[in-house]
């Protein structure tokens, strides 16, 4: 039964690899195609190279044209996130220390993440919806740039609004960027002949690759502002590492 069900699947990829191609239903002759053969790395090379043979010169400089503008958006939208969270990931690993007094770091970082969980519920879709994703993700930006511009003169009835507006514009900002990735990666897909799980893979590990950077960004940037503020000031007294004799081990 193996080997029949082998023969079965070669005689349909080879019927369908050369099947005429016609204006009505070329995409969708080659996404079916691509993922028939989507499971066999060989195999869908020699789709390719077929697909592409099957091509005129001019659409395949078209399509070369619009793969790089795909490529280059989504560069673009990795490195403007990249510069976001190193902005907010180092501000916010500081938030407890330089906004220690009567809590109000901790206090602006809990109306963050509970303006964020409220925002899930009913603000991706109705955003996206009625201004699109890159509209979205422009109006998001700005309030976490607003939140960081904030963080220069902190007074309670300025840090708790400016939290709110930010936790409200993250989830639109993650919902818009997932679309996003989502849709350009199934277009690429489309114009270089592959199947579009693959690409979207792809483009979302691109992504976070880049995004992720801004943990390690954002803190070398803070702990350079931080010993360059102690070097400024040689009298005051340096903080020491210390341990409780209550913690960690000798807390019983």
Not at 25 to 40: E, L, M
Not at 96 to 103: G, K, L
Not at 160 to 179: C, E, H, V
Not at 180 to 191: N, P, R, W
Request: net charge positive.
């Amino acid at each position: 039964m193996c080997i029949r069900d082998r023969k079965r699947r070669s005689s349909k990829f080879r019927s369908s690899a050369r099947r005429p191609l016609r204006n009505l239903d070329h995409n969708a002759w080659i996404r079916a195609t691509i993922d028939d053969a989507a499971d066999d790395y060989w195999k869908s090379q020699q789709l390719r190279k077929r697909l592409r043979a099957s091509i005129p010169e001019e659409e395949l400089e078209k399509r070369e044209t619009e793969k790089w503008t795909v490529m280059r958006n989504l560069i673009t939208i990795s490195v403007a996130f990249l510069f976001e969270m190193s902005a907010f990931q180092g501000l916010q690993n500081l938030q407890t220390s330089i906004n220690a007094e009567q809590n109000l770091g901790a206090v602006s970082l809990s109306c963050i993440y509970l303006g964020s969980v409220v925002s899930c519920l009913f603000t991706p879709g109705y955003l996206l919806n009625r201004i699109g994703c890159k509209m979205t993700m422009i109006v998001s930006m700005s309030m976490f740039t607003l939140y960081m511009l904030i963080n220069f003169r902190t007074t309670w009835y300025s840090m708790l609004p400016g939290s709110l507006a930010m936790g409200f514009a993250s989830a639109p900002l993650w919902a818009a960027k997932s679309t996003y990735l989502t849709e350009t990666g199934i277009h690429y897909a489309e114009l270089n002949f592959e199947s579009p799980n693959i690409v979207m893979v792809r483009f979302f590990g691109i992504f976070f690759m880049v995004v992720h950077l801004g943990q390690v960004f954002g803190n070398l940037i803070s702990s350079w502002i931080l010993e360059a503020a102690l070097a400024d000031q040689p009298d005051r007294p340096q903080l020491l590492d210390a341990v409780d004799n209550t913690c960690g081990q000798f807390f019983i």
